[in-house]
Nanobody
């Protein structure tokens, strides 16, 4: 099982930036895709961004395209989410997830989440 630990959340004003990090345990990090998800109060968890094992394929939900950037450093077992031009509607708990079993994120490993709050 892969252990994931997110960091970098906090309180920021609208228009500001934050960078989330997700550190993974183990020696197989470079073999699987990683994703970021978020869950706002009273809403279902939603997909935000994903990156393939090599970084060659990247996907974003439409609402964050052009503002968020996902990246990974396989030497550091870490995936990042750079969030710029933040909006109040980006407020949520952000989770990183690993498709470490090859069965999709839902059946993979998840972090504990980090709170992002964007004030207007």
């Amino acid at each position: 099982q892969v252990q994931l630990v997110e960091s970098g959340g906090g309180l920021v004003q609208a228009g500001g930036s934050l960078r989330l990090s997700c550190a993974a345990s183990g020696r197989t990090f470079s073999r699987y895709a990683m994703g970021w998800f978020r869950q706002a109060p009273g809403k279902e968890r939603e997909f935000v961004a994903a990156i393939s094992w090599s970084g060659g394929s990247i996907y974003y939900v439409d609402s964050v395209k052009g503002r968020f950037t996902i990246s990974r450093d396989n030497a550091k077992n870490t995936v990042y989410l750079q969030m710029n031009s933040l909006k109040p509607e980006d407020t949520a708990v952000y989770y990183c997830a690993a498709d470490n079993n090859g069965l999709g994120y839902q059946k993979g490993s998840w972090g504990q989440g980090t709170q992002v709050t964007v004030s207007s």
